[in-house]
Nanobody, 113 residues
Framework: QVQVEESGGGVVQSGGSLRLTCLASGIRFRLFTMGWYRQAPGKPRDLVASIPYNGPIDYADSVKGRFTASRDNTKNTIYLDMHNLKPEDTGVYFC???????WGQGTQVAVSS
């Protein structure tokens, strides 16, 4: 059974930092690119970072230089380290096993100005 679960969201002031974690189980983790997505209120769900098993990580332009994604293949886990957070980073952050229908339930990030 495939499961995807995010954690680590919260409320933070502008300029603050948070770390999100996503655990994917029930898959051969190394075979899949993993993705972080976010959905702001009233907006579509957008890609934040795409993390291949082995290769460069792609970031949305809006987070380059502030967010760092990584993966630990020994733990079936990916991370999203977010720094210098801005109010426009507010939204629900989702983890996905890319090219599949498997998504996590999302974790809320709220950045106050």
């Amino acid at each position: 059974q495939v499961q995807v679960e995010e954690s680590g969201g919260g409320v933070v002031q502008s300029g603050g930092s948070l770390r999100l974690t996503c655990l994917a189980s029930g898959i051969r983790f190394r075979l899949f690119t993993m993705g972080w997505y976010r959905q702001a209120p009233g907006k579509p769900r957008d890609l934040v970072a795409s993390i291949p098993y082995n290769g460069p990580i792609d970031y949305a332009d809006s987070v380059k230089g502030r967010f760092t994604a990584s993966r630990d293949n020994t733990k079936n886990t990916i991370y999203l380290d977010m720094h210098n957070l801005k109010p426009e980073d507010t939204g629900v952050y989702f983890c996905r096993i890319d090219d599949t229908t498997f998504w996590g339930q999302g974790t809320q990030v709220a950045v106050s100005s």
